[in-house]
């Protein structure tokens, strides 16, 4: 089975704080997400990343960064961390190919930006 | 725009009776349809993945996808109090490998 390993479950940061998010996956997949979750808000894209040293913003890229390194890892960095930014953020990864298998998640991290 | 929406719920369905839950989209050009559970407080899993018009069955599960329509839709059977969760829809569109999201049901079996 593909996993997907966040590092944290759960996180407390202080505001201004530099947060790193760490996401490595051991199937070899070339696409890897960054989503975070909030009660009635849905899964909002953070940024992605189909190779490499690539990424591509989502629809709410603000104040995020992202480091795609090595194929198996992909962060997240806030740069700043402030309040807003408490939620849970979710991983993904999947495979490039003829048909589309869906994403895997990884377990995600609940985090408290206090 | 690409859009899949969903009936945020919640729908409430007694323990063995059929839990039906639907999904719309907005694009035809449409071509991989996927039905995710989330519990609370945890990370979406992937139940369902349907790519033809048609039935598809795993189960207690069958994912039904019409794309004249726009709709895909997932039965549960003889559905039971572990079911109780959120169902996400996905949909993948023509030019992209991205999941557009609908932002969920939340479903209720009460015992």
């Known amino acids: 089975d593909v996993k997907v390993t966040q590092s944290s479950r759960y996180l407390v940061k202080r505001t201004g704080e530099k947060v790193f998010l760490e996401c490595v996956q051991d199937?070899?997949?070339?696409?890897m997400f960054w989503y975070r979750q909030d009660p009635g808000l849905g899964l909002r894209l953070i940024y992605f990343?189909?190779?490499?040293?690539?990424?591509e913003k989502g629809d709410i890229p603000e104040g995020y960064s992202v480091s795609r390194e090595k194929k198996e890892r992909f962060s997240l960095i806030l740069e700043s961390a402030s309040t807003n930014q408490t939620s849970m953020y979710l991983c993904?990864?999947?495979?490039?190919?003829?048909?589309?298998?869906?994403?895997?998640f990884g377990s995600g991290t609940r985090l408290t930006v206090v | 725009q690409k859009e899949v929406e969903q009936n945020s719920g919640p729908l409430s369905v007694p323990e063995g009776a059929i839990a039906s839950l639907n999904c719309t989209y907005s694009?035809?050009?449409?071509?991989?349809f996927f039905w995710y559970r989330q519990y609370s407080g945890k990370s979406p899993e992937l139940i369902m993945s349907?790519?033809s018009n048609g039935d598809k069955e795993d189960g207690r599960f069958t994912a039904q996808l019409n794309k004249a329509s726009q709709y895909v839709s997932l039965l549960i059977r003889d559905s039971q109090p572990s079911d109780s969760a959120t169902y996400l829809c996905?949909?993948?569109?023509?030019?992209?490998?991205?999941?557009?999201w609908g932002a969920g049901t939340k479903l209720i079996i009460k015992p």
């Open positions: 694009d035809r050009v449409s071509q991989s």
């Open positions: 993904a990864s999947s495979v490039t190919g003829v048909i589309n298998y869906g994403y895997t």
């Open positions: 349907i790519y």
């Open positions: 199937m070899d997949h070339e696409n």
């Open positions: 990343s189909y190779d490499v040293k690539m990424k």
């Open positions: 996905a949909v993948t569109f023509s030019d992209d490998y991205q999941l557009i």
